[in-house]
């Protein structure tokens, strides 16, 4: 249309703009043909730039995946797979930080069996005496078993052992200035350690029940204890050495400063489950989550029912059983390897790490077995009854030797595997608490840990008083006694399966 059409549409009425003249001046429409072209050559159009689109997208997704590639594989150049440490299981991480707690463990607690020697001496302390300092250690591991169960299965296993340990690495500090200030402040540091200590075992079940599926139970939690054997084997062979090159109190200002260390690490790399670590891969938490049992926190405790299953019985009667035999060949080994077998102080350490080692390989060949067993379709109460059955009947049979021979070196082998036996426990009754109450693993491990701690204070101390009126082969006589006991009552009344919800 032309501009003087345009005026003459919009003019005053005088002017009428007519049909005719709108007809004249305005622009013919193109021919059909070239309107379908153009109609079609826009569409073309909107194809392709929805295909540029398309591909622009593509490409800053492409650019997305890279980066979250290069951030989960630490990506470093083109195809390189990621580090071994980038994707090693996240429940193994748990399992050897509980490890590492257990091995400070017995490194602060069997510290003392070396330096009582020297302290002895220098303070004058009589067999007694020296019976209940060893004892006063369980006077507060003691009270905290069923405390620390409880408190792990209502708050979590992580706050709980990390708790423990820091409590008892001070106390172990503070040990050579008690025993300075008197035998009272002693027994009470003795005691304060105890009680640290007391909540690891109950923290540590608690956290692996959450962690770590049940076909890799027995060598987890073998894993876990066998750092007890090789924190005893650490603290009685560098105990020695520190106590010759800088006098006993060394080995305690020393061991102690090692939890720090240990709690700095787990306070930021462990986490209570997986649910709670955002680092933690999508199929080993679904791997954790599909094949562990429900671990919502305990709210009232069924302490009735727990109490009236005849498998929680004969948990606590076989804990009983076997720690009297282990807590005197924990703290009372050196002293017979010193008075008996006439070995120096040096010689007591070393030969008493031999049968420690040989509890911590042998702990984790015989998790190994069991979880080999019940992955081919073996019971699981089977399996516990076989291995409990090997860790008491070994040691009573080798404790019986040591009244029989007459060098020294094959004492040291019939304590050696004595030991060795021994640590098939921890596939049977130390792996049964998350068999058969899974919800209460801590409160039944601190129930039972309960009924071995008191074995441990009464063993220890009765060994003590035994020796003032009798022998070593009356002090072996009752532990093998009550290994028979723990045997007959463990294969009547154990089960593998799951009696508690």
């Known amino acids: 249309m032309s ?50 689109k398309s591909q622009k997208n593509v490409s800053e997704s492409k650019k997305y995946e890279d980066v979250v590639l290069k951030k989960t594989r630490g990506f470093h150049g083109a195809g390189e797979e990621p580090k071994w440490w980038q994707v090693f299981p996240k429940r193994w991480v748990i399992v050897i ?40 250690f369980f006077w507060g591991y003691l009270l905290t078993q069923i405390a620390g169960g409880i408190w792990a299965d209502t708050v979590g296993g992580k706050q709980v052992l990390g708790f423990g340990v820091v409590w008892w690495s001070i106390a172990t500090i503070i040990t050579p200035i008690a ?44 894993l876990v204890y066998s750092g007890m054997y090789l924190g005893s084997v650490t603290g009685l062979a560098f105990s020695p050495f520190l106590i010759h090159q800088f006098g006993w109190p060394s080995v305690f200002y020393s061991f102690g400063s090692l939890g720090t260390v240990w709690f700095s690490v787990w306070l930021s790399k462990a986490h209570g489950s997986p649910l709670e670590d955002p680092e933690l891969r999508p199929e080993e938490k679904k791997l954790i989550i599909t094949s562990c049992f429900s671990k919502e926190p305990v709210k009232t405790i069924p302490w009735r029912l727990i109490l009236s299953k005849p498998p929680v019985w004969a948990l606590i009667v076989s804990h009983f059983c076997h720690n009297w035999g282990t807590f005197i060949l924990l703290t009372w080994m050196p002293t017979y390897y010193n008075q008996v077998l006439k070995f120096n102080l040096t010689e007591s350490g ?26 081919k379709g073996v019971s699981v109460t089977r399996v516990r009854k076989i291995m409990q059955t090997i860790g008491f009947l070994g040691p009573a049979f080798f404790l ?43 409160i039944l491990l601190g129930l039972s840990n309960t009924a071995g701690v008191l074995a441990g204070v009464f063993g220890t101390a009765a060994t003590g008083y035994i020796l003032q009126h009798g022998s070593w082969d009356d002090v072996f006589k009752v532990s ?22």
């Not at 060098?407 to 068999?435: I, K, R, W």
């Not at 093998?480 to 919800?501: D, P, R």
């Open 97 to 136: 930080l509980c490890f590492s707690a257990f091995l400070l463990c017995n490194m602060d607690r069997v510290n003392m069996s070396i330096a009582i020697l020297p302290m002895s001496a220098e303070y004058n302390w009589n067999p007694s005496t020296v019976g209940l300092i060893q004892s006063s």
């Open 179 to 222: 025993a300075k200030l008197g035998l009272p402040f002693l027994l009470v540091a003795r005691a304060f350690m105890g009680i640290g200590e007391g909540v690891a075992m109950p923290a540590m079940n608690n956290i692996l029940s959450k962690w770590v599926p049940v076909s890799e139970r027995s060598r987890s939690l073998a």
């Open 3 to 52: 501009g003087r059409a345009i005026i003459s549409c919009f003019s005053p009425p005088s002017t009428p703009c007519s049909r005719r003249t709108l007809l004249r001046h305005a622009t013919p429409p193109p021919p059909f043909p070239l309107l379908l072209l153009s109609r079609r050559s826009h569409l073309l159009a909107g194809k392709l730039l929805a295909n540029v």
């Open 400 to 442: 019986t030797q040591l009244s029989h021979v007459n060098s020294p070196g094959m004492a040291v082998l019939c304590m050696t595997c004595s030991q060795g036996t021994d640590a098939f426990s921890q596939s049977g009754l130390y792996s049964n608490h998350q068999d058969i109450a899974p919800r209460y693993s801590g």
């Open 480 to 501: 093998v006694g009550l290994y028979l006991v723990g045997t007959v009552v463990w294969n009547l009344f154990s089960t593998g399966e799951k009696v508690l919800e």
């Open 350 to 375: 070393l030969f008493c790490v031999l049968p420690w080692l040989i509890m911590a390989l042998s702990a984790n060949f015989g998790g190994w077995i069991a979880d080999t067993l019940v992955s």
